[in-house]
């Protein structure tokens, strides 16, 4: 039996994609192979990574002075990867603290070139900082932030226009969650395993014009330029994870695109919140405007009873409820593959726990 997973990431993937892939494990379409055992450079292996970038193109509008690579070392290789492609080790850039990822994006950062914290959110990070109060340097490299703190569950329901510098994000958790003006951004960079594919595969969207200036220094598999040119196959790609990734952004056109899938988020995630404000026993600590589509944190009024509420919720068939390690309570991860059922299930679940035990 399937369970409605509310993981963060490795979250769950969309049900018709695993069968589709589990019906092409043994033999993709006549090979007599399955795509894992397959060379890269193979015309098969070929079409399929073709046709992911394609659809992912087709899916976020993508210009066509972007490219579109498919690389390795998840976004904390990005935390790293940004600043030694677009950088020298005198520049400036312009980070924005809204909780934990922008943290480990902003330390990491700060091994390459000097940065400066435009602005803070400050604990307990539950809110964005006015973007008309962004200290942003003149001569920035670039300006990174987060769209969406997936721990702490605070998104940018708009795109910050800052004229200065291009504008670098770390999507991971909201990427194809609804339709984005890539034009707006210098680059987006995202770990496949929260509304990609699996683990193991990191898409980078980057315009043209910062292509080709990374460091010496920079290790080729980081390198946007030696990738970009080798068609993110400089040496051996994700193969499988860039495959089930692929089947995914089938399964979104097959959903009706972006824009149908920024409705349903929508609506999810409304209907979990809403769920938790008319409750005295459930609480969310975010702001209204910046609560997440994505990643819905809530306490409950007698920590006490944190425990069993998850028990139950697993007995219930919902499953990965806890909230980061660092934040405690519980966490839903609502992204495309978590279908509405999901939502509703997990609301009369709560419901019925706070009838019987709140
Ligand atoms: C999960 C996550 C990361 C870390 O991704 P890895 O692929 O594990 O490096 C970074 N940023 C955000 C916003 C995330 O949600």
New binding site residues.
Partial sequence: MRVFNFS??PAALPTEVLEQARDEMLDWHGTGMSVMEMSHRGKAFLSIAEQAEADLRELLNVPSNYKVLFLQ?????Q?AGIPLNLTSPDSVVDMVNTGS?SK??IAQAKSYVKVNVAADAGDPYTSIPPVADWKLSPDAAYVHY?P????GGVEFHFVPDVKTAPLVA????TILSRPIDVSKFGVIYA????NIGP?GL?LVIVREDLIGRARPETPSFLDFGAMAKNGSMLNTPPTYAWYIAGLVLQWLKRQGGLEAMGKINQAKAEKLYAAIDSSSFYKNPVAKDARSWMNVPFTLAKPELDKTFLEEAKKAGLVTLAGHRSVGGMRASLYNAMPMEGVDALVSFMKEFERTRG
């Fill in positions: 963060p990431g070392g998840g976004a904390t290789g935390f990822w480990k994006a987060t969406n703190e997936t721990i770390d999507m991971s958790s770990g496949a395993q929260k683990a990191t």
